[in-house]
């Protein structure tokens, strides 16, 4: 019953801004480990921006920093990623994910320590 519902994607000129958004239903944000994906065509999905539901703990991808931003509102289940100067290199689908709670180290190392998955949103960035 557990899903996870990423929106807010979009089409963005370089510099601008996008807010995801991903609900998950089924859950409390006890102690998981929540995590933005993406991926670009003929790319390995990478992990972006991932945080601990429990205490917050973060990891942010080196070619993000500064510029994305993770939320949770627990009360809604909800976590956010706020997307400013984008560049074209973002163009990629974007992904929430959901797994009992790992470690800081390893929650975005690797897409494939991730159990449950959104359906995706697309965000372009083009002139």
């Known amino acids: 019953q557990l899903q996870l519902v990423e929106s807010g994607g979009g089409l963005v000129q370089p510099g601008g801004t996008l807010r995801l958004s991903c609900v998950a239903s089924?859950?409390?944000?006890?102690?998981?480990?929540i995590g933005w994906f993406r991926q670009a065509p003929g790319k390995e999905r990478e992990g972006v921006l991932c945080v601990r539901s429990s205490d917050g703990l973060q990891y942010s991808a080196d070619s993000v920093k500064g510029r994305f931003t993770i939320s949770i509102d627990i009360e809604r289940t909800t976590v956010y990623l706020q997307m400013n100067n984008l560049t074209p290199e973002d163009k990629a689908i974007y992904y929430c994910a959901l797994e009992p709670q790992l470690s800081v180290q390893t929650m975005c190392s690797t897409a494939s320590g991730y159990k449950y998955w959104g359906q995706g949103t697309q965000v372009t960035v083009s002139s």
């Open positions: 089924g859950i409390t944000f006890a102690s998981y480990s």
